[in-house]
C-alpha cells in the first residue's frame, strides 16, 4: 500500500495503464456504435498513452526550471506527451484529463487522498471545459462520477480514494447506455469511458498492489447512432482565437450560446482561448469576442453557400498547407496542390511535425475527418506558442480539402484566403460508400455485414446489395439538391470500371453535370464522392 503517489508511482500508473489498453484495444474499438469500419476508441487511447509513456521514458531524472516536486514533473511529463500524442476525439480529452491532473498536483508536497480527489475534480473540468453543452453517457459522465465519489469520501487515505472513484466510475459506465439513447440501442457502454475505466483500475493496482475484477465484456446488439453534427438551423460557423480573462470567457460562453449551438471554447491555459460556434449572425459572434479580449485568426464557413468554386494559381509566399489524408491516389492529388500530407489518424505532435516542417509562418491545416478536428485544434495552439499562425478548416472529406485548396490565392490576406477555402469546403456536399462492418439498425434501415451503406454527410441514406446501384443511387439523391461538378474518389477496394459506371450514369440522367474521377486509393471506402 502506498500512502502517497510519488515519481516512480505515477511512472507505474502509466505503463500499467497502457498495458490495460492494450489489453482491451479490440474490445474498446468494437464499441463503435456506428455500422462503418472505423470504430478506433481503443486504439486512439493506446497510441495517447504511448506518447505520455514516451515522454516519461526520455526524461527520468531532471526536474524543470521553477523547482516543480518529482511527481508534478512526472505528471506534467505524462500530460504534455498524453496532449502531442492525442489522437481523436477521445484521446483529445483524456489529454484534458491528464492536464487537470498534473495541474492540480504538481505543486502538492505529497498527494494523499484529499489531494487526488481534488485532482479528479480539476480534471473533471478540464474535460467539461472544451464541451459546451456535455452529453450524458459519455467519457464525462464517468469522469465526474469518480471525482464526485473521491470527494465524498473525504480521506487522506490513497488506496481508498482510489478505490472509490474507480467503484463510482464502474458504475457510471454501466449507467451510460441509460443516459445515452444510442448506447442503448447498440446494448454497448461508452467506450471513452470504458478506457478511463480501465485507467482508475490501473491506478487502485499502481497504490494497493491488488489487481482489480475484471469486468465482463460488454454485449452489443443491433443499434444506431448519429454522428455528432450541429443543428441546420445555423447556417455560419465561425471560429477564432481569443486573449482573454476566464471571467471574460465564462460571459462569452453564455453570450455564444444563446447565439447559436456547437459551441466549443478550449484554454491553453495562459490565456489563449479556441471559440468555435455554429451561428447565423457572424457579426454578433466576432464582436462578443472583441469584448470578450483579443480575437484573432477569425474563420468563418457558410454551409449553405452552393457556389462552385474556381480554381486560383497557388504561388508559394511564406504560406502552406498541410492535408490528412490517405491512399497514395489521394495524397498525390494534394501533393500536386502544394500541400503537405499527413497519414490519416495523426497525433498532435506528427500534426505538429508537419507544420513546422514546412518552414512557413502561416500554415492551414485540413483534417478531412471529424474524428481529426480536435486533434488539429490542439496542433495549431501548439504552433501558436512557436510563433507559427495556424488556421484549421474544418474538412470533414478529401472532397472538400480539394475544393478548398482550389480556391487558395496568395494575393489574398491569409485570413481571407481562410474563409475563401472554408467556404468552398462547406459548399462541396459530401459522401461516402462501404460496405457495412457490423449489424445495425441505421436511420435508413437495418442493415447487415457486407450491407453497401452510403452515408451522405455522415449519416446513413441508402442500403444496397449492389455496390454499383447504390453509388449511382446516391449521386442522384444528392444531385436532386442541385450541382454542377461531381467528384469521385476510388477506393483501394473499388472494382474495376466503378468510376466508368457511375460517369456514364451521370451524363445519361444528369447532362449538364461535370463528372472528375481520380484513383483515391483509400481503404474502407470503395468510393468518395462530393458534390459542388
Known sequence: MLDTLDAAAVRRWCTSGLAALQRHQGEIDDLNVYPVPDGDTGTNLVLTLTSAQQALAMDLETLPDGGHTPHGHALRLMAQGALLGARGNSGVILSQILRGLADALAP??????????????????????????????????????????????????????????????????????????????????????????????AL???????????????????GTAARETGSEGYAYEVQYLLDATDEAVARLRAELSALGDSLVVVGDGSGTWNVHVHVNDVGAAVEAGVVAGRPHRIGVTRFADRTAPAPAVVRPDGRAAVVVATGAGIAGLFAAEGAVVVPANPSTGELLDAIRATGAARVVVLPNDPNTQSVASAAAKEAHGLGVKVSVVPTRSPVQALAALAVRDPERRFEDDVIAMAEAAGACRYAEVCHAAREALTVAGPCRPGDVLALVEGEVHLIGQDLTDTCTAVVDRMLGGGGELVTLLCGADAPAGLADRVRAHVERSWPFVEVQAYEGGQPHYPLLLGVE
Open 108 to 201: 502538492a508536497p505529497a498527494v494523499r487522498g484529499r489531494q487526488l480527489a481534488g485532482a479528479l475534480a480539476a480534471a473533471t473540468t478540464a474535460a467539461y471545459a472544451a464541451v459546451a453543452r456535455p452529453v450524458e453517457g459519455t467519457l464525462l459522465s464517468v469522469v465526474a462520477a469518480a471525482a464526485d465519489a473521491a470527494q465524498r469520501a473525504q480521506s487522506d487515505d490513497l488506496p481508498a480514494v482510489a478505490r472509490a472513484a474507480a467503484v463510482a466510475a464502474a458504475r457510471a459506465l454501466a449507467r451510460t447506455p441509460e443516459q445515452l439513447p444510442e448506447l442503448a440501442r447498440a446494448g454497448v457502454v461508452d467506450a471513452g469511458g470504458r478506457g478511463l475505466c480501465l485507467l482508475l483500475d
Open 204 to 222: 487502485v493496482e499502481t497504490v494497493t498492489g491488488e489487481s482489480p475484477a475484471p469486468a465482463p465484456p460488454p454485449l452489443r446488439r443491433p
